[in-house]
């Protein structure tokens, strides 16, 4: 009897040990080689043509990420070319819709964006707006 009351006494000793343990590895990690960098990914990276054109400025151009109710408009990089970026460091299941006057709008199937432990996998995709 007196081994089962010193374990009750002494069970928050040992579960508040186990949780301080528990802390120390998520704040540091076992050292496994993996090295992650403080970059941040674009996960979604979007090229742009515009068919019968040599207009490569991206002036117009409208490219939206959906995933649910999450809604994202990428961003030409660099600025006022046909290279557009988004979803940075941000897993999910996209579709991209482009748009532009006088072209057919694009609409893409799912694009799964994944990540390993550090960071997203970008996915690329090359879309030609064609000529209403």
């Not at 409208?62 to 994202?72: I, P, R, S």
């Amino acid at each position: 009897m007196k081994n089962q009351y010193l374990a009750l006494l002494l069970m928050p000793v040992i579960m508040a040990s186990s949780c301080e343990n528990e802390a120390i590895e998520k704040e540091n990690p076992i050292d496994d080689g993996i090295v992650c960098t403080m970059e941040a990914k674009a996960g979604l990276n979007v090229s742009v043509s515009l068919q019968n054109s040599s207009n490569l400025e991206q002036i117009g151009i409208t490219v939206t990420a959906k995933d649910g109710l999450y809604t994202e408009n990428l961003v030409a990089y660099p600025p006022h070319q046909l290279n557009f970026t988004g979803a940075f460091e941000r897993k999910g299941n996209y579709i991209i819709t482009v748009s532009k006057t006088g072209y057919k709008t694009y609409t893409s199937g799912v694009i799964n964006v994944i990540a390993d432990r550090c960071h997203v996998i970008p996915q690329i995709v090359n879309v030609v707006l064609e000529v209403e």
